[in-house]
T-cell receptor
């Protein structure tokens, strides 16, 4: 079974600053994927970044990067140069190699303050 | 392609009524997923299809829930004899079959049971 835990229900950051959202997971599998999804208020959930567990290099997408610590089963998201449009719920998720049954954490509500 | 489309956006019904939601995935995606999301929580996996075959169902999917994808294109999720606990956002997602492909989400159908 997979479980995903996000221990920060809410966070806030000043515009242009950097913020890190935490995520830990538990799985007995060796091949899996990790994701961060963003869900703006009343809007569609969109993929921010993904990491394949067999890759040691941390994924990066523009201002978004992850710190993937496989042994510690930790997968944090760093948002650099935060923008007002980054305000959203952020969900950490994992899925097994065959990409079904994605498991989500409870989410972190991020507010970027002007 | 306009992405994953879900209808209706909102559904309000009385307890005990049946409801049906529709999901149109991205056209070339052969995998389709249903999730339920309650307020303040992450999405919970309900079921998924590969083409027309329903390959996995969560324990959350009680006997009152049924999902179909008759021609491997759009899918419907029906809830019979709705209960107040069914109030939630029902999300549909689709993906390509390849294991490293992310799931793309629709806007969801918000169900409110009176």
């Amino acid at each position: 079974a997979q479980t995903v835990t996000q221990s920060q229900p809410e966070m806030s950051v000043q515009e242009a600053e950097t913020v890190t959202l935490s995520c830990t997971y538990d799985t007995s599998e060796n091949n899996y994927y990790l994701f961060w999804y963003k869900q703006p208020p009343s809007r569609q959930m969109i993929l921010v970044i993904r990491q394949e567990a067999y890759k040691q290099q941390n994924a990066t997408e523009n201002r978004f990067s992850v710190n993937f610590q496989k042994a510690a089963k930790s997968f944090s998201l760093k948002i650099s140069d935060s923008q007002l449009g980054d305000t959203a719920m952020y969900f950490c998720a994992s899925s097994l190699y065959n990409n079904n049954d994605m498991r989500f954490g409870a989410g972190t509500r991020l507010t970027v303050k002007p | 392609d306009t992405g994953v489309s879900q209808n209706p956006r909102h559904k309000i019904t009385k307890r005990g009524q049946n409801v049906t939601f529709r999901c149109d995935p991205i056209s070339e995606h052969n995998r389709l997923y249903w999730y339920r999301q309650t307020l303040g929580q992450g999405p919970e996996f309900l079921t998924y299809f590969q083409n027309e075959a329903q390959l996995e169902k969560s324990r959350l999917l009680s006997d009152r829930f049924s999902a179909e994808r008759p021609k491997g294109s759009f899918s419907t999720l029906e809830i019979q004899r709705t209960e107040q606990g069914d109030s939630a956002m029902y999300l549909c997602a689709s993906s390509l079959e390849r294991s490293n492909q992310p799931q793309h989400f629709g806007d969801g159908t918000r169900l409110s049971i009176l």
